[in-house]
């Protein structure tokens, strides 16, 4: 899976057969280690495999470190599993624990996943995973911010909380400005317009904000401007 390669459908089916029968001897690592590979390879649905990891994963919750739990919650997310409410729970309340360890990506992950499986998500966490990408703000990379901001707009929770993290991440925007790609520009073009049509959150964009609204759709009217046409759709989220 890490190299991208598509497996044969018969050596797929019976790999999968093979670590079902496996599951109960994985260790926390292994759990989020095949479920990246099943995601990754365009696996989806709830299959035999896929409900004995989450059993174990449920079993070995506790031992999960940041990784394991970031991981796990992107690949459940993105095969479309509906997976036991008690599995997502413990995943939050670990990824609470540990959020202060958390990488640039691992942030993005786990709200963007808990965004895609339609996740009711509460201010206080979001007001926590805020703070630690505020702190390590300098090392996002564009395609992180557009997952990360695209997941906290899905999630109903006051302006206010969200804040100093919309200011840290149109001020590193700015700084990746030379680095982001049209499509990625339209994509957080978009995400700073759709911050505008509420008249109390227009009042209240923090000033980076603003400019960088601005940056961007005077970049991206250059671009329409010398013939180029619309840049093609971004592609999605892991």
Do not use: Y
């Not at 035999?48 to 394991?68: G, S, Y």
């Not at 540990?98 to 640039?104: E, I, M, N, V």
């Not at 804040?163 to 400005?177: G, S, V």
């Amino acid at each position: 899976a890490a190299m991208r390669e598509r497996a044969d459908r018969g050596l797929l089916e019976d790999l999968q057969r093979r670590a079902t029968g496996m599951a109960e001897r994985f260790e926390p690592q292994d759990v989020a280690n095949v479920l990246w590979a099943l995601a990754t390879m365009g696996v989806t649905g709830r299959r035999a495999l896929v409900a004995a990891l989450e059993r174990k994963a449920l079993q070995t919750v506790n031992d999960f470190n940041a990784e394991d739990v970031c991981s796990t919650l992107w690949a459940l997310a993105t095969m479309s599993v509906r997976c036991e409410g008690a599995l997502v729970t413990a995943l939050i309340r670990k990824g609470r624990d540990l959020a202060g360890s958390f990488k640039p990506d691992q942030v993005s992950h786990f709200l963007w996943s808990l965004a895609t499986m339609g996740v009711a998500v509460g201010a206080e966490l979001v007001a926590l995973l805020g703070r630690r990408a505020c702190t390590i703000s300098g090392r996002f990379q564009a395609r992180e911010i557009g997952e990360l901001m695209w997941a906290v707009a899905c999630f109903d929770v006051p302006f206010d909380s969200q804040f100093i993290l919309f200011d840290c991440m149109a001020t590193r925007c700015l700084q990746l400005r030379s680095d982001l790609k049209p499509a990625q520009k339209r994509l957080l073009h978009q995400w700073l317009l759709s911050c505008q049509i509420s008249p109390g959150l227009k009042a209240s964009l923090p000033e980076s904000v603003v400019r960088m609204k601005q940056t961007l759709g005077g970049e991206l009217l250059e671009i329409f401007s010398a013939g180029a046409g619309p840049p093609p759709p971004p592609p999605p989220p892991p």
